[in-house]
T-cell receptor
Framework: DAKTTQPTSMDCAEGRAANLPCNHS???????VYWYRQIHSQGPQYIIH?????ETNEMASLIITEDRKSSTLILPHATLRDTAVYYC??????????????WGLGTSLAVNP | DTEVTQTPKHLVMGMTNKKSLKCEQH?????MYWYKQKAKKPPELMFV???????INESVPSRFSPECPNSSLLNLHLHALQPEDSALYLC???????????FGPGTRLTVL
């Protein structure tokens, strides 16, 4: 599985867009990019995933570069409740019986009033 | 219903106690997971069940014993734990073969 690199921490003003980058320069063709977040002392929450095309859902947008070596998670209007650790994970969709997610250290996002 | 529930929320136990953590989901998912998470660290996979059969055991000590009585329930039986086993224990479920996992709120375990 490709390794991901994320900044340790970021700050964002409430109401502004939060753009969280992730580098995955060794990603291979069948590997998806997944984003999860974990609000303090809660279980992780699935946000979004994508392969090549940009994706959007009610929570966020995922922008994947054309060479797929990096991606950005965008929270369009960050609120205080978006303060959390955000994990970028790369995983092959059909890796047989192994459904193990390889978690990095993530980015700690602080949304400030 | 897109919720995974876990009980209890908090558990304090001595090293000689036997206790169990419980997890339940009603999303029809056939894969269920146990994770352990220490403070300021990412979750670590412990066990994966697929169609009620244990498919992955990440070399977890035998003092942790998982059980999947049916497709909706997952238990983690605890016995003779050590203080270093104190952590947040997370349960998750997913469709078979998928990586979109839905997590419960966790059980905060303290071993004295």
């Amino acid at each position: 599985d490709a390794k991901t690199t994320q900044p340790t921490s970021m700050d964002c003003a409430e109401g502004r867009a939060a753009n969280l980058p992730c580098n995955h320069s060794t990603i291979s063709g069948n590997e998806y990019v997944y984003w999860y977040r974990q609000i303090h002392s809660q279980g992780p929450q699935y946000i979004i995933h994508g392969l090549k095309n940009n994706e959007t859902n009610e929570m966020a947008s995922l922008i994947i570069t054309e060479d797929r070596k990096s991606s950005t998670l965008i929270l369009p209007h960050a609120t205080l409740r978006d303060t959390a650790v955000y994990y970028c994970i790369v995983r092959a969709y059909n890796a047989g019986n192994n459904r193990k997610l390889i978690w990095g250290l993530g980015t700690s996002l602080a949304v400030n009033p | 219903d897109t919720e995974v529930t876990q009980t209890p929320k908090h558990l304090v136990m001595g090293m000689t106690n036997k206790k169990s953590l419980k997890c339940e989901q009603h999303m029809g998912h056939r894969a269920m997971y146990w994770y352990k998470q220490k403070a300021k660290k990412p979750p670590e996979l412990m066990f994966v069940y697929s169609y009620e059969k244990l498919s992955i055991n990440e070399s977890v000590p035998s003092r942790f014993s998982p059980e999947c009585p049916n497709s909706s329930l997952l238990n983690l039986h605890l016995h003779a734990l050590q203080p270093e086993d104190s952590a947040l224990y997370l349960c998750a479920s997913s469709q078979e073969g998928a990586y979109t996992q839905y997590f419960g709120p966790g059980t905060r375990l303290t071993v004295l």
